[in-house]
């Protein structure tokens, strides 16, 4: 198997989580952060040396967080290149993989394989802590090594089905929500900084105080894991969640590495 790039969105970790076991599963593969290329002078560069190139990210709002769909959107698509998906779910997935096809096919490419992976996570009632998490996770892992296997293999499993339809009025019934989100915080925060450092738009300052100052602005991704990730739990929003959650086995710091370097292109200029 010649090069992989595999880039990433993650907020909770779960899709992290899945890029990083599929790093492991698939040789010459290196997972990278979508949102912190995104920042590079050329947030393109791993993609037009990569024979594969991949994308693992969570369903949001029945298909991909718009910061992925903006992301490939603007990419430089080549015909002669394997392209997949992972998506992971809590509830169910829908429109993703078929928006993604339809960007590629603009170009004369397709989505090749993509592949949706049911994790825990705080929209599916599953509590951190829950001994359900812990199997659900499990199983999780056994299904990766069977999707690096097929990609591994560049088989070919995508057959443009969808239920575009449910899709859209999922998206119609929650675009207020996302809208309008708001957020909140208390007494509890300790200024960590946690909550900048994981949101994938860059769209939290701290003041000078290095208290949380979220920018509102059509950045935000509504994501959320400013939120799940807050150690002092004290963080809250106008939509409801059910419960704090986030990977097991990932850190805030690994979710967004170029993100976390804000002089990133500065460093980039002078080396
Ligand atoms: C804004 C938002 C919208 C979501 N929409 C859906 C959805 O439509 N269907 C679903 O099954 N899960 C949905 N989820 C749950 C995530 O897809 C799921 O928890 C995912 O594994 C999180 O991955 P991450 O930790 O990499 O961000 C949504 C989560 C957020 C924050």
Redesign the pocket.
């Known amino acids: 198997m010649g090069k992989c790039a595999l880039y990433?969105?993650?907020?909770?970790?779960?899709?992290?989580?899945?890029a990083l076991s599929l790093a492991e599963k698939l040789p010459n593969t290196e997972p990278i952060s979508l949102p912190g290329s995104m920042i590079l002078d050329d947030p393109y560069a791993a993609a037009r040396d990569a024979d594969q190139v991949g994308f693992?990210?969570?369903?949001?709002?029945?298909?991909m967080?718009e910061m992925v769909r903006g992301f490939i959107e603007q990419m430089p698509i080549r015909p002669d290149c394997y392209y997949f998906a992972v998506?992971?779910?809590?509830?169910?997935?829908?429109n993703e993989f078929w928006d993604i096809d339809e960007i590629l096919s603009a170009s004369g490419a397709e989505l090749n394989y993509a592949a949706s992976?049911?994790?825990a996570?705080?929209?599916?009632l599953q509590d951190q802590n829950s001994p359900k998490v812990q199997q659900t996770l499990t199983m999780v892992d056994e299904q990766l090594t069977e999707i690096a296997d097929q990609i591994g293999n560049r088989q070919e499993n995508y057959f443009r089905r969808s239920f575009k339809l449910l899709g859209k009025m999922?998206r119609i019934y929650?675009d207020n929500r996302?809208k309008n989100i708001a957020f909140t915080i208390n007494e509890k925060c300790t200024r960590c900084g946690v909550c900048a450092q994981v949101c994938p738009a860059q769209n939290i300052i701290l003041d000078e105080e290095g208290g949380f100052a979220p920018i509102r602005s059509d950045k935000c991704?509504?994501?959320?894991?400013c939120i799940h990730w807050c150690p002092a739990n004290a963080l809250g929003t106008n939509i409801n969640i059910h419960s704090h959650?986030?990977?097991p086995d990932i850190k805030p710091e690994q979710l967004n590495p170029i993100v976390l370097k804000p002089n990133a292109r500065a460093e980039e200029k002078t080396s």
């Not at 990433?8 to 899945?18: E, I, K, R």
């Open positions: 990433y969105f993650s907020a909770t970790g779960n899709s992290l989580a899945v693992v990210f969570p369903v949001h709002r029945a298909t967080p998506s992971t779910y809590t509830v169910f997935g829908c992976v049911k994790m996570g705080s929209v599916g999922v929650t996302r991704q509504a994501c959320l894991a959650y986030h990977h």
